[in-house]
T-cell receptor, first 111, second 116 residues
């Protein structure tokens, strides 16, 4: 069963703009991971953030985690057409060691 | 090398056929997973193997039968499937099951299965 819910379900922006996607979850987590999936392909791991961390960066990606609100956000800065993909958050929660995915956000970056 | 290899990439099978999906990793990971993904939906966890032992079966029908012959290989045996089982089947691995260890899970490219 799904643990996380993401919003928006779909996001369309122009190249160069920033894209923000949010993930909310229901139970206290150990870790939260963000993945990208190009159409019909496998999932590419982007960032893992642990429950005791608040922010992580990787290149143009910034992930924040607010455990009090049970939510995380993924920010992609200076977006490119190649960033067009679906983005999923996945969590494992205390007492359950395996990752389950949210519904995902479909990002379209227009050239 | 963070690679999980899945074969075949595409498989078409009849409802009476027996086929298998294969997954291989050489990262020394001791946890391996099968996920199922329908179009425009998130991946759903099916099975978890930890140290070659089945740890989790998410109430998957018995027409799906997983097997972990050794620490590098994971198979999914398919028999008497239904058309609604058509989906992308993703294999993944991590150093150990995530939990407090916070291990990254690496995914293969998936096997597209069509049941006719």
């Amino acid at each position: 069963s799904q643990q996380g819910e993401e919003d928006p379900q779909a996001l369309s922006i122009q190249e160069g703009e920033n894209a923000t996607m949010n993930c909310s979850y229901k139970t206290s987590i150990n870790n939260l991971q963000w993945y990208r999936q190009n159409s019909g392909r496998g999932l590419v791991h982007l960032i893992l953030i642990r429950s005791n961390e608040r922010e992580k960066h990787s290149g143009r990606l910034r992930v924040t985690l607010d455990t009090s609100k049970k939510s995380s956000s993924l920010l992609i800065t200076a977006s490119r057409a190649a960033d067009t993909a679906s983005y999923f958050c996945a969590t494992d929660w205390i007492g359950n060691n395996d990752m389950r995915f949210g519904a995902g956000t479909r990002l379209t970056v227009k050239p | 090398d963070t690679e999980v290899t899945q074969t075949p990439k595409h498989l078409v099978m009849g409802m009476t056929n027996k086929k298998s999906l294969k997954c291989e990793q050489h990262m020394g990971h001791r946890a391996m997973y099968w996920y199922k993904q329908k179009a425009k939906k998130p991946p759903e966890l099916m099975f978890v193997y930890s140290y070659e032992k089945l740890s989790i079966n998410e109430s998957v029908p018995s027409r799906f039968s997983p097997e972990c012959p050794n620490s590098s290989l994971l198979n999914l045996h398919l028999h008497a499937l239904q058309p609604e089982d058509s989906a992308l089947y993703l294999c993944a691995s991590s150093q150990v099951r995530t939990g407090v260890a916070g291990n990254t899970i690496y995914f293969g490219e998936g096997s597209w299965l069509t049941v006719v």
